[in-house]
């Protein structure tokens, strides 16, 4: 079964870079979710799109932005990179109707500020 | 807004021994979702079982079971005949129920998570 792509899986850059993450959700999915994982934490919610349009929004930077695409893909922008932003970056998605309630996530982007 | 506390930071078992992590929440809801995920040192998330609040039977999946007390806010992970394979790091999460997602609250809320070490 399709599972949920990110790319890249590594990713390593300057401080004041900017960084864009890949997400391709599962087929059929409406709504996709972001979440930053720091080492030996939990994830961290930053934003979700639902029908493409922006449903929620949690601790994300104003550096950050996000959005979903006609194709229902998303991407997450990262400007001015800090030596913070090292993490786990982690895409999910889900069926709000007829679906189980799951999120299945994808492997993941391990981003690498230096 | 909903909370997940997960307060054993690391817990180890013997293999083929049984062991059970300990996940308490908060919310007003009374429809909603938990979930245990586990994490092993790949960081993939990978979804081990979900229960669902109005069903009052606990869910089972195979070595894995829940312990589920609604009253209390209690969700609590079995895992029998425990396997080297088992060794991660355990999130228990909460999602509230599709019907209040308009707009917003479909996001996962994790807990802090437990470390799960699995002696040879």
């Known amino acids: 079964a399709a599972g949920v792509i990110q790319s890249p899986r590594h990713l390593i850059k300057e401080k004041r870079e900017t960084a864009t993450l890949k997400c391709y959700p599962i087929?059929?999915?409406?709504?996709v979710y972001w979440y930053q994982q720091g080492p030996g934490q939990d994830p961290q919610f930053l934003i979700s799109?639902?029908?493409?349009?922006?449903?929620d929004k949690g601790s994300i930077p104003d550096r950050f932005s996000a959005q979903q695409f006609s194709d229902y893909h998303s991407e997450l922008n990262m400007s001015s990179l800090e030596l913070g932003d090292s993490a786990l970056y982690f895409c999910?998605?889900?069926?709000?109707?007829?679906?189980?309630?799951?999120?299945?996530f994808g492997q993941g982007t391990r981003l690498t500020v230096v | 807004a909903q909370t997940v506390t997960q307060s054993q930071p690391e817990m180890s078992v013997q293999e083929a021994e049984t062991v059970t992590l300990s996940c308490t929440y908060d919310?007003?809801?009374?429809?909603?979702?938990l979930f245990w995920y586990k994490q092993p040192p790949s960081r993939q998330m990978i979804l081990v079982i979900r229960?669902?609040?109005?069903?009052?039977q606990n869910a089972t999946e195979n070595r894995f079971s829940v312990n589920f007390q609604k009253a209390a806010k209690s969700f609590s992970l079995k895992i029998s005949d425990s396997q080297l394979g088992d060794a991660a790091m355990y999130f228990c999460?909460?999602?509230?129920?599709?019907?209040?997602?308009?707009?917003?609250?479909?996001?996962?809320?994790f807990g802090k998570g437990i470390t799960l070490s699995v002696r040879p």
């Open positions: 999910a998605s889900s069926l709000r109707t007829g679906g189980r309630a799951e999120a299945f």
């Open positions: 799109f639902y029908e493409k349009m922006q449903s």
């Open positions: 919310t007003s809801e009374s429809d909603y979702y």
């Open positions: 087929p059929r999915h409406d709504t």
């Open positions: 229960q669902e609040a109005y069903k009052q």
């Open positions: 999460a909460y999602r509230s129920a599709p019907s209040s997602w308009a707009g917003a609250n479909s996001k996962l809320t």
